[in-house]
Each structure stands twice: as C-alpha cells, then as structure tokens.
C-alpha cells in the first residue's frame, strides 16, 4: 500500500544513539495547485491526516480520534500567505510544490528529549529554529527577510520552545497511552511505515511513504 504526498524533504528524526525512542512528527504541506497537507506521524506512522479537499482531520488508525479539524483550517490560511510571500522571494520553475513546514518531539526510554521545528520552500531547506538562541538560522540570502521578521515575534519563539519540550510531549505520551496496544502488537499492526524523497522536474522532490511488513 502507497501514500504519495508532495513533500518538501523527508522527515527529520532526532537520534539518541545507544536507546529506544518514541517520536511526534507534524508534516504541514501548502503546494500551488494541490492544495493543502497535514500529516501526524507517530513513531513513523501516520496516525492522522487533514487535506484542503475535504477539510476534515481523517484518523488513520482505529485509535485515533477526529481532533484538530478547526486548528488545521486555521494553519491552512496561514500557510496559503506563507506560499505568496515566499513566491515574491523566490523565482521558481512552478510546479506541485511549495511551502512545508515540520515540527516534532522524541523521547528515550531513559527520559532524554529531543526537539525540531524547521520550514521549507520548493523542495530545499528554508528556515530552521534554534532552541538554544530562540531564533531562526536561515539557510540563504532570500531567507534573512523571513528571519528578521520571525527572530522580532519573540513571544511567539518563547511558545515554539515551551510546545516543543512541553505539550508536544504531552501529546506524545498521550497517543503512545490511546494506541500501546496496536503499537506493542506484533504482527497484527501492519507493519511499519518508511519515507523517502524521489526527484521530480526541477528542484522540487516527491514524498513516498510505504508500509513495509
């Protein structure tokens, strides 16, 4: 079974080497012609999904219940602005691709937590927040307009951090609570789910998420 999003870059896991790890992952997905994406994934496996067509947050596994639909309709006005600035900025070949932005949290089983929030546009890295400094790290010229702007929210950056060492893990604990037991089944679960990216036309590349058993 295949799920093709058009992605911007694969999701990102923060490793802790030597220890098991349990993860959160939020892909958020604005492309020109598409439309709009929202995929959770939970230890790599997508557990919900929201998209501009139906408007609706879909559950993906049985446990899973229909939440966020009203916040996934805010961001989706969000990240139709982010996409006309960002096109202001950038020249680009067109094409269905655009704006991502990807957040998350982990947790070892010996209690270490790691962290992420970074943004992209038309399939390359643009902005990446630094928890240590409460800023952006922009990754070209272009991208410094983007940084000054969100570097100045300063309340909103203090928020980014709290929700990355705080809620996200809250809400991590709590899917792992609601879905232990088909997480902790063994051969009943289906599998896991795996991403990578495939080059498209241009500089834009294409998410495919797989079930590998």
Known sequence: Y??????????????????????LHYLYTMVSESGFFVVVFLDDQPITCYNSNTRRQEPLVPWMQKKETVVARDNEVFFRKSLQAANSHYEHGGGECGVQEMYGCELSRD???????QNGYYGKDYLTFDQETLTWTATDATAQ??????DADSRHNRYMEAYLEEECVEWLQRFLHYGKEALLRTGVSGGKWRCCTIQLEG??????CHRSY
């Not at 295949?2 to 993860?23: D, K, Q, R």
């Not at 209690?111 to 929030?117: A, P, S």
């Not at 307009?145 to 969100?150: A, E, P, Q």
């Open 2 to 23: 295949l799920l093709f999003y058009n992605m911007l870059f694969c999701p990102i896991s923060v490793p802790f080497p030597g220890s098991s790890s349990h993860s």
């Open 145 to 150: 307009s983007s940084k000054r702007k969100w």
């Open 203 to 208: 500089s834009c590349r294409q998410l495919v």
């Open 111 to 117: 209690g270490r937590k790691g962290e992420f929030w």
